[in-house]
């Protein structure tokens, strides 16, 4: 599927919302897009990690780490487990760690920053709820595209 997030704003600007730009590249694949998926967490990743141990079906998982910068919810392990379990891509709203080999999967990984610490596994969070941060609300099944100029969001696939 070829699509530019720069193109998709300038047909469809109604129907979009724009993410604000906060968001770094760190993934294999810097353009993905898919249904998203969502999770609610803060400083825990284990439902993160259950998330990407379902079949993705080219879904694009979004978590809402609201803004911590404090520990790391995604590492090369879990980014594996997406890219082998069919997920197009990872938004975090948080923290990311094991950027240089995350760098070499393939899958979309876009996230806040890195630390090398990681998360605690408490289980504590929420699944597929609406999510909001950077300007937009993320519901379950919103369609995400994401590439090297940005993140839009819209409620139905134009492809």
């Given amino acids: 599927m070829t699509f530019a997030t720069a193109d998709l ?7 979009l919302q724009i993410a604000t730009p906060m968001f770094n590249d ?9 249904p998203a998926s969502t999770v609610r967490v803060f400083e825990d990743n284990s439902l993160v990690r259950a998330a990407l141990e379902e ?3 080219g879904r694009v998982l979004v978590v809402d780490g609201d803004a911590s910068l404090k520990c790391a919810l995604l590492g090369d392990m879990l980014a594996e487990l997406g890219k082998d379990n069919d997920w197009a891509g ?5 923290c990311i760690r094991d950027s240089a080999v995350i760098a070499r999967i393939a899958i979309g990984v876009k996230a806040l920053n890195t630390n090398p610490r990681k998360s605690v596994k408490k289980g504590i969070g929420e699944r597929d709820v609406a999510v909001n ?3 937009v609300i993320i519901s379950p099944g919103d369609y995400i595209y994401a590439d090297e100029d940005g993140i839009v969001i819209a409620e139905d696939s134009f492809f």
Avoid: M, Q, R, S
Wanted: proline fraction near 4%; hydrophobic fraction near 25%.
């Fill in 9 to 15: 704003y300038d047909e469809y600007e109604e129907k």
């Fill in 26 to 34: 760190y993934g294999g694949n810097l353009k993905f897009c898919g």
């Fill in 55 to 57: 079949p993705g079906e």
């Fill in 90 to 94: 990872i938004i975090v709203y948080g």
């Fill in 133 to 135: 941060f950077a300007d």
